[in-house]
């Protein structure tokens, strides 16, 4: 669905719909943005000027209709959504990892909740697999065996 309006400077003030996408890396990273128009944003995100000098894969979430201040609420709630979901979110290119919950309200975490995320985790390096366990394990027993050497 393509929307073309003529609001220039002034289309921030006006309530439109906006698609929230997100652009996911391989690396386990997202970005999440929004747009009036999401095809030529997905193009200026894949220019040379976009920043982002890595390939992603752009999905459209939802579509709300809304000013630009009011869909930023949207933004952080997909934002939250996807961080709980194991993804790392990314700020402006080139991939500034932040926390989205740190600037989360309790609106935007009603909203969070009420979003469903269908675009699956990450892949995760089978390095970032491992868990703490291990590493307990190794400790205990170096331990034991401290203990055992030392009487």
Not at 63 to 91: F, H, L
Request: proline fraction near 7%; include cysteine; glycine fraction near 8%.
């Amino acid at each position: 669905m393509t929307h073309r309006h003529n609001l220039g400077r002034s289309e921030k003030y006006h309530a439109l719909p906006r698609t929230l996408y997100a652009l996911l890396f391989d690396d386990g990273g997202c970005y999440v943005g929004q747009s009036s128009n999401p095809q030529q944003r997905e193009k200026q995100h894949r220019s040379p000027k976009g920043g982002w000098h890595r390939p992603f894969r752009f999905h459209a979430l939802e579509v709300v209709t809304a000013t630009r201040a009011e869909a930023e609420a949207y933004e952080q709630a997909w934002r939250v959504k996807a961080s709980r979901e194991g993804w790392r979110i990314n700020a402006k290119p080139p991939g500034i990892v932040v926390n989205p919950h740190r600037r989360a309200t309790a609106h935007v975490h009603g909203l969070a909740h009420q979003r469903r995320w269908q675009l699956g985790t990450p892949v995760k390096a089978p390095s970032e697999r491992v868990g703490w366990w291990p590493w307990a394990a190794v400790v205990i027993s170096v331990l034991a065996l401290a203990r055992c050497v030392t009487g």
